[in-house]
């Protein structure tokens, strides 16, 4: 009987881990593309602004990985920024922001 306690309680607290599971190489290519061609089109193909605002890791100085992916996730109210949480999970969002707020996106564009 301790065992099945055991083996039930071991269940639960490994759940949420595997439930927040890292982001596959085939789904960062999508959010790349998703990021250069949709985020591109109000932020600017080189992410230094346009209709939205530039998404630089210098324009983005001082805000969290948390801040950042609930504004992906939910947009902002008052603007043209869409919430983008049906097509995206939290753990995408989340690395979106780190990728923007690490400057890796421009990287990976060569600029």
Avoid: F
């Amino acid at each position: 009987m301790n065992r099945l306690i055991w083996l039930a309680l071991s269940l639960m607290l490994t759940l949420p881990v595997l439930a927040a599971s890292p982001v596959s190489s085939e789904r960062e290519k999508e959010l790349r593309n998703l990021m250069i061609q949709d985020c591109g089109s109000c932020h600017g193909l080189t992410l230094n602004g346009g209709l939205g605002p530039a998404l630089l890791p210098a324009s983005l100085q001082g805000k969290s990985a948390d801040y950042v992916s609930s504004v992906i996730l939910d947009g902002r109210p008052a603007s043209a920024m869409p919430g983008w949480r049906p097509l995206i999970s939290e753990t995408e969002a989340r690395w979106m922001a780190e990728l923007l707020l690490n400057g890796g996106l421009l990287s990976e564009q060569g600029s």
